[in-house]
């Protein structure tokens, strides 16, 4: 240990704090992010170029979810002042005596960062974010990043590698889960609700972490669903369907942003200075830092555009990316690099000073273990009122698929047949990238949610999620026979979504099938409960059972949250943020598709020659908005303040909305347009406006929407984002597959 090194550097430091602080007070001109950049300035003047190449370097501590530790030495490491971040180690005690080695033993005790995946909760679980997405609740979404980032922020913790703010098409790759589904106008809400939520007003308050928007891009059009493959795609598409949740990230002020494997148009985007350079920091201005995905500096090589992993580490960090997660290609070849002058140490001190700048901001040069507190960790952890959200978030989350005859709500008189793999589970229920969730004790299953709620039933589990062992078929058929009602808790396991987890079947997996064809012989009705991260092929289910309850993987309270469901509790109100195709031939299949020379509606077109399947209809099983309610609502005929829209101006549009059923329900009211012609051809309809409303039965309400001539914009066929003159069709109503009922002119 260097302390007379510590003393020097930390004299300097308090020493320009104190100059700082009393210009402030003088002149008051100097502001505070001015004295961030001096001190900064002090710092990399006193850094060797080993300790600046040791800030861009991140190693994960222990084994966790997405590979093994690479580099068994990195206390080594930390020791040498070579590693400017860890992720994967948590816990007060733990992090706090990791800081103290960077803090005391190195020669310039440069605080680290401590990253982790806080993707939907910490040890309190929420729904997975596609299933959160359906609530459509942003305030929701806001909340529980926020308690996320509390709870983490307890046990040490500065960033977590969240919101995942990719759109994706396709319900075979595993990572639509993790998203906030396939549309750009409300994934780009999502993602701002869900960094404020992170981050809250200031990174310095302890109860916050910093966000990280992923997978920067295009992540979710890997080709054929497969996770890694290449993405290959038109400007215009990556402008106007990929890059604005990534956008907005930035307009609520995230801190970093994470490349993606992929390749994009032949670049990968680890390598890609279009996305890092031209968009990211000239086009958009971001001043945060840019760190790699797990390895994907060294991926270049097998990606064929490197030629070793010196080079890869060149490219990389020339076109923008500050820090490299796990690869160590910074650490082990950038000193070659800048002595070859193939990386200027100009490139290298931006780098180290958008990371600097963010410890800073995060307040750890003041206390390098403000987020070290066990005693916040025993308090924060799990709090009740965690909980209670967890429950809430689960509730509002769920999709009513199906209700036939009104099957559900469940008659609390009834006895019930619980069935399925998933009934009494607690381990995949908080679902896939569940941080430091609990996957037994803490968590609640339905089956316990039933004796919570004192309901009357019986239970069989039937069969597993995967596997071909019939011998619980007897008991689950012998208890359904027996029973009014049959609940099946079914779906995949949490494995089957995330992360390297993509599917050529969307069918439920295993033989659910055939004990769902078998408990149907039974004549009981069936209300079919899903836990699944991506859309389900449900055609088969949905001819055969009574209800289905999309539960999605709901989380630690999921349990009481689906019994409320069932038994009326709470109306559900979910609506579907991704398109459930009918079989897996459809896909990619989403709501605002292309219309197509010969749509299938085409006037006098011959009724083979458009473009269909001669298999399946075009539409799918349940499109986009999708979502039944307990009660039902009716739409009135939408009323335009104007029929002509002209540039900076703007339309109200008012529907009303009237709860015709005998419960009280929450409804989320859409707005979509159809653009007739363009430049460049337009989706056959686009969601620019959404208000979720609550009714008592018999209530109305008005919804007002405003159109201004920004909600028509899109990319030209010069790549400009302008608006263009013509005609254009709306209709406001609960679900994307209405009719349109109004249009008017943009001049
Ligand atoms: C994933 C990222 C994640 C990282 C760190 C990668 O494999 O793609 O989303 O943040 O691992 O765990």
């Known amino acids: 240990m260097k302390n007379s090194n510590i003393y020097i550097f930390t004299a300097l430091l308090s020493a320009l704090f104190f100059s700082c602080n009393n210009a402030n007070t003088k002149t008051s001109v100097v502001k505070s992010d001015d004295i961030i950049e001096q001190k900064i300035d002090s710092i990399i003047a006193l850094m060797t170029v080993d300790e600046k190449i040791g800030q861009t370097v991140l190693y994960s501590s222990i084994e966790d979810i997405t590979g093994p530790v690479l580099d068994k030495n990195y206390t080594t490491y930390l020791k040498n002042g070579q590693m400017g971040a860890i992720f994967n180690a948590t816990g007060s005690a733990f992090t706090r005596k990791l800081q103290k080695i960077a803090v005391e033993e190195t020669r310039l005790g440069i605080p680290l960062i401590f990253g982790y995946d806080v993707i939907h909760g910490y040890k309190t679980i929420f729904p997975i974010p596609m299933g959160e997405a359906s609530s459509w609740d942003l305030e929701l979404m806001k909340k529980t990043a926020s308690i996320a980032a509390k709870e983490a922020a307890a046990e040490g913790l500065h960033w977590t590698f969240a919101p995942m703010v990719d759109i994706s098409r396709d319900p075979r790759w595993g990572r639509i889960a993790e998203g906030a589904g396939e549309d750009t106008y409300l994934g780009s809400l999502i993602a701002k609700a869900r960094v404020e939520g992170f981050q809250g007003k200031n990174l310095a308050d302890k109860h916050t972490v910093l966000a990280c928007a992923k997978h920067y891009a295009a992540y979710g059009a890997a080709q054929a669903g497969r996770d890694y493959h290449t993405v290959d795609m038109s400007l215009n598409t990556l402008k106007e369907v990929y890059l604005p949740p990534f956008k907005a990230a930035i307009d609520a002020d995230v801190a970093t942003f994470m490349t993606a494997f992929n390749e994009l148009n032949g670049v990968p985007a680890t390598g890609n200075s279009f996305l890092l350079k031209d968009i990211l920091r000239d086009e958009w201005k971001f001043n945060g830092f840019v760190v790699t995905d797990y390895t994907s500096i060294n991926e270049m090589v097998p990606h064929g555009f490197a030629e070793d992993l010196k080079h890869a580490g060149e490219l990389a960090m020339n076109a923008g990316v500050d820090m490299d997660m796990q690869g160590g290609v910074y650490k082990n070849h950038m000193k070659a690099s800048i002595e070859e002058n193939k990386i200027k140490i100009s490139r290298l001190d931006e780098a180290v000073r958008d990371i600097l700048r963010l410890k800073f901001k995060l307040g750890l040069f003041e206390d390098p273990y403000k987020y070290c507190n066990e005693a916040d960790e025993a308090n924060i952890i799990l ?71 004192n309901k009357a039933f019986s239970y069989a589990k039937g069969c597993d999620i995967e596997g071909g062992d019939t011998a619980n078929f007897n008991e689950a058929i012998k208890i359904a026979k027996t029973s009014d009602v049959v609940v099946m808790v079914m779906g995949e396991s949490e494995r089957m979504s995330g992360e390297a987890a993509s599917r050529t079947d969307l069918k439920l997996p295993g033989l659910q099938q055939q ?182 039965k018999g209530a109305s309400t008005t919804v007002e929407f405003t159109i201004t001539s920004e909600d028509l914009k899109f990319y030209n066929n010069k790549l400009e984002f302008a608006n263009e003159t013509g005609d254009y069709d709306l209709f406001v109503a609960g679900s994307s597959d209405a009719n349109f009922t109004s249009s008017f002119t943009y001049k």
């Open 515 to 696: 004990l769902i064809a078998e408990i149907k012989k039974t004549g009981t009705p069936i209300v079919l409960v899903l836990y699944n991260g991506r859309p389900l092929n449900l055609t088969y289910e949905n001819q055969t059972v009574d209800a289905i309850v999309e539960a999605w993987f709901p989380g630690t309270d999921g349990g009481h949250a689906v019994t409320d469901v069932l038994y009326g509790d709470y109306n559900p109100s979910g609506k579907l943020t991704v398109t459930f195709p009918r079989n897996v031939g459809q896909v990619p299949i989403h709501y605002n598709m292309k219309r197509t020379g010969r749509p299938e509606d085409l006037e006098g077109a011959h009724s083979r020659y458009v473009s269909k399947y001669i298999d399946v209809e075009n539409s799918p099983l349940f499109p986009f908005g999708y979502g039944l309610s307990y009660t039902t609502f009716e739409y009135g005929e939408p009323q335009l303040s104007s029929n002509t829209l002209s540039n900076n101006g703007s339309i109200t549009v008012k529907t009303t909305v009237t709860n015709t059923g005998n419960v009280a329900g929450e409804e989320v009211v859409q707005l979509y347009i159809k653009d007739r012609f363009g430049s460049v051809t337009r989706p056959v309809k686009e969601l620019k406006g959404f208000k979720k409303i609550t009714l008592e």
């Open 383 to 453: 709090h009740k009122d965690h909980l209670e959200v967890s429950r809430e978030a689960a509730r509002k989350s769920i999709v009513l698929l199906k209700n036939e005859n009104n099957v559900l709500p469940l008659d609390a008189s009834k006895k019930v047949a619980l069935i399925g793999p998933l009934a009494d589970d607690q381990f995949h229920i908080i679902g896939n990238w569940a941080a430091k969730g609990d996957r037994d004790g803490i968590a609640v299953s339905v089956k316990e949610g039933f004796e919570a709620q």
